[in-house]
Each structure stands twice: as structure tokens, then as C-alpha cells.
């Protein structure tokens, strides 16, 4: 499974059960040790995704500065566990938070970009998920000078549109209308970033993939449209994501979320979104 649909946890969104799961009763010793294990190791230990652009590619990305702001926050540097996606967001939780993988890399600290959703949160009661702060969602990007309008998915008949196969927007345009526009997808494209490559090349009149892909390669080009995808089946609302520690860290959960609040309120989150391209707002 490709790492936008364990992104895409996409039936409720849970911030308000995350925030109250920080409350949940703990013995106050194991609270405290895990952030005072952090100060005095004198670094917050990051589990972020490899290669899922624009949060993280080769060290860079949205993810990462988030991470280091985070840790500076708690006055200590940031220490980055790169790590390939596994199966699913269950295995995920599993090697870099709560357990550790069986080749000997994590649990992290906190692990970034996962989806706050209940679902999600009953099915790992071993974790707290918590502190959403980006909003993700389906969108379509195209050339305005070969789609003007769209309204419909039937605005692209005959356009050749770039979507990565194995995602939730290649899912939704394959099976879109019955299948009418399967014949207008190329899905050999690896996310949605370079899908957006290739519409900016001029291979394609339109690009389907996460909103975020598709902004951080096009940046505001007023060639192109960037609007959520307009298939029935794709959640009106996006999915919220947010981070991860195990489920006795609450003081050190606490400490994160007080740190994306303030990050939020004084704009540094937007500002570090849209190093990026990627509009940011409130979640």
C-alpha cells in the first residue's frame, strides 16, 4: 500500500478524542521520564517518512523543519529517524513508536504525519495521536488554457491527466463514472509530485494527487488550477494529520501539542509551510 492512503484514514476526523486522550491517567514517574530523558539526552528523536514530498525528500521537507521546531521548543536539537513506510499506518505505529522494528531501528520519540482519527486510535491503544496540523486533501490540478472550467469529472474527457495509480486519487479517477477515463490516465507516476512534473513539462493537461504534492511543484503558476478533486467519493473535508508518542509519554505529548499551538498562533507554521509552496491553514 502505497504511503498516501496510510495517510488517508478519511471517515472521522478525531482531533477533539486526540486532546482528551492527553488527559488519560498515567503514574506521574513514567510521565515525567520520558520528556526528562529527552532534555537530558539533549535531543528529541523524530521518526519522519522517507521520500514523501513535500514533507520529507533527502533530508528536506516540511516535516523535518517541523521537527526541528518542535525540539527547539523543548530546548534540545532534533535527531531524525528516516524510515521507509510500512504495510499499513498499524505497522507503522508499531516499529517507530511503541515497540521498535525487528531489524533494530526505533521507537522514535514521536513519529510525524499520522492521520488524527479515531478509528485509527482505537485500533492502537498502545499510542497517543494528537497535535493536528495540516489539513490534506484530493485535489486536481490543470492547464487553464485546456480546461477553463471543471466542475465535473466530465470536464476532462480526452485530457490526458497524470495520476500516481497506487494512491486514493488514482483509485477515484480510475474507477470514476464507471471507468470512462481510464483510458486518458498515465498512473506509472510515483506520487503525486511528479504527476504535477509532469503537467508543468506540458505532457498532460491536468495532474491528480494530495493537495500538497501538487502546490509545492507548481507554486502558484497562474497557468494552472489547482481545486479539490470533484469526484463523489472523495472526502469533502480532507483528513488531519498530526503526530504520535507512546501511549505513558502524556507529559511529553503535552509539551509537543503546547508547541504546536504556539507555532501556530504566531504564524511560524504557516511560515514554514510556505517555504514549501504549500498553503497552510488552522485545523
Do not use: C
Amino acid at each position: 500500500m502505497h504511503t498516501t492512503t496510510r495517510r488517508a484514514w478519511l471517515r472521522r476526523f478525531g482531533a477533539a478524542a486526540a486532546l482528551a486522550a492527553l488527559g488519560a491517567p498515567a503514574a506521574h514517574a513514567q510521565q515525567a521520564s520520558v520528556l526528562q530523558r529527552v532534555r537530558e539526552r539533549g535531543s528529541l528523536r523524530v521518526a519522519v517518512y522517507s521520500d514523501m514530498p513535500p514533507f520529507h525528500v533527502d533530508g528536506r521537507g516540511m516535516d523535518v523543519d517541523l521537527a526541528h521546531a518542535l525540539a527547539a521548543s523543548l530546548g534540545v536539537k532534533a535527531a531524525l529517524l528516516p524510515f521507509p513506510a510500512d504495510d499499513n499506518m498499524n505497522d507503522d505505529l508499531r516499529n517507530m513508536v511503541w515497540k521498535g522494528h525487528y531489524l533494530g531501528y526505533g521507537p522514535a520519540d514521536v513519529l510525524l504525519h499520522v492521520p488524527v482519527d479515531k478509528a485509527l486510535m482505537d485500533a492502537n491503544p498502545q499510542v497517543l495521536i494528537f497535535a493536528p496540523y495540516y489539513r490534506e486533501r484530493v485535489a486536481i490540478a490543470r492547464r487553464l488554457d485546456r480546461v477553463p472550467r471543471l466542475e465535473t469529472l466530465a470536464q476532462l474527457a480526452g485530457h490526458p491527466i497524470a495520476v500516481p495509480g497506487q494512491t486514493l486519487a488514482g483509485w477515484l479517477l480510475i474507477g470514476a463514472d464507471g471507468g470512462a477515463y481510464r483510458e486518458q490516465l498515465t498512473t506509472n507516476w510515483k506520487d503525486g509530485a511528479a504527476a504535477a512534473q509532469a503537467l508543468l513539462r506540458g505532457e498532460v493537461d491536468a495532474a491528480a494527487g494530495q493537495s500538497s504534492e501538487l502546490e509545492s511543484v507548481l507554486q502558484g503558476d497562474a497557468r494552472f488550477a489547482l481545486t479539490p478533486l470533484p469526484a463523489p467519493q472523495a472526502p469533502r473535508n480532507g483528513w488531519a494529520v498530526g503526530m504520535a508518542v507512546k501511549r505513558d509519554a502524556t507529559e511529553l505529548a503535552q509539551a509537543l501539542q503546547s508547541a504546536i499551538n504556539e507555532l501556530s498562533t504566531s504564524g511560524s507554521l504557516a511560515q514554514l509551510f510556505a517555504r514549501s509552496h504549500v498553503h497552510w491553514q488552522a485545523v
